[in-house]
T-cell receptor, first 113, second 110 residues
Framework: NAGVTQTPKFQVLKTGQSMTLQCAQDMNHNSMYWYRQDPGMGLRLIYYSASEGTTDKGEVPNGYNVSRLNKREFSLRLESAAPSQTSVYFC????????????FGPGTRLTVL | RKEVEQDPGPFNVPEGATVAFNCTYSNSASQSFFWYRQDCRKEPKLLMSVYSSGNEDGRFTAQLNRASQYISLLIRDSKLSDSATYLCVVNLDSSYKLIFGSGTRLLVRP
């Protein structure tokens, strides 16, 4: 039982490049989330998916797109990376859409040059 | 004003000490409260939920003060392994949306 897994662990991009961050959970959770964490700031929600086939914008969605591929997988895409997107990205999941415990993946450290 | 505010620390305490952190929240309609723990370069993990009546889990005690809009975390008999950043988390309306504080760093020294 791996919980929440994320790939890659580290990535360096040049401005304007694109990439997709992958996330998968094996806990049969309905809800999945993408957050970013920057120094001195709390985690901020980028996008949220309440269930397979649905996605909603969070606090900081600009510059990102998401896909809930199936119940297990939720990917985050940067179409044209900018230095302001340098951050640590965490994927999380929870059983349902309420304020349940959210289980986080190990994170992806992204640097945009 | 930030929705959830925490003293960033670090709090530097010796093993065996008792240490307390406070966290203030701005929205009086906040419904649920949590403390998460985050080790250096790791993911956050739920430490405990905070109930209106207060709750205790071993050496950890969480309290909620709705009138003054703050929650607290008390750690007794600190261990080296307690060294981490403690994140205060607030939920506004029983939805999915969690508001995270920026964290309080604790260093426990031998």
């Amino acid at each position: 039982n791996a919980g929440v897994t994320q790939t890659p662990k580290f990535q360096v991009l040049k401005t304007g490049q694109s990439m997709t961050l992958q996330c998968a959970q094996d806990m049969n959770h309905n809800s999945m989330y993408w957050y970013r964490q920057d120094p001195g700031m709390g985690l901020r929600l980028i996008y949220y998916s309440a269930s397979e086939g649905t996605t909603d914008k969070g606090e900081v969605p600009n510059g990102y797109n998401v896909s809930r591929l199936n119940k297990r997988e939720f990917s985050l895409r940067l179409e044209s990376a900018a230095p302001s997107q340098t951050s640590v990205y965490f994927c999380a999941s929870s059983e349902d859409r309420g304020p349940d415990t959210q289980y986080f993946g190990p994170g992806t450290r992204l640097t945009v040059l | 004003r930030k929705e959830v505010e925490q003293d960033p620390g670090p709090f530097n305490v010796p093993e065996g000490a008792t240490v307390a952190f406070n966290c203030t929240y701005s929205n009086s309609a906040s419904q649920s409260f949590f403390w998460y723990r985050q080790d250096c370069r790791k993911e956050p993990k739920l430490l405990m939920s905070v109930y209106s009546s207060g709750n205790e889990d071993g050496r950890f005690t969480a309290q909620l003060n709705r009138a003054s809009q703050y929650i607290s975390l008390l750690i007794r008999d600190s261990k080296l392994s307690d060294s981490a950043t403690y994140l205060c988390v607030v939920n506004l309306d029983s939805s999915y949306k969690l508001i995270f504080g920026s964290g309080t760093r604790l260093l426990v020294r031998p």
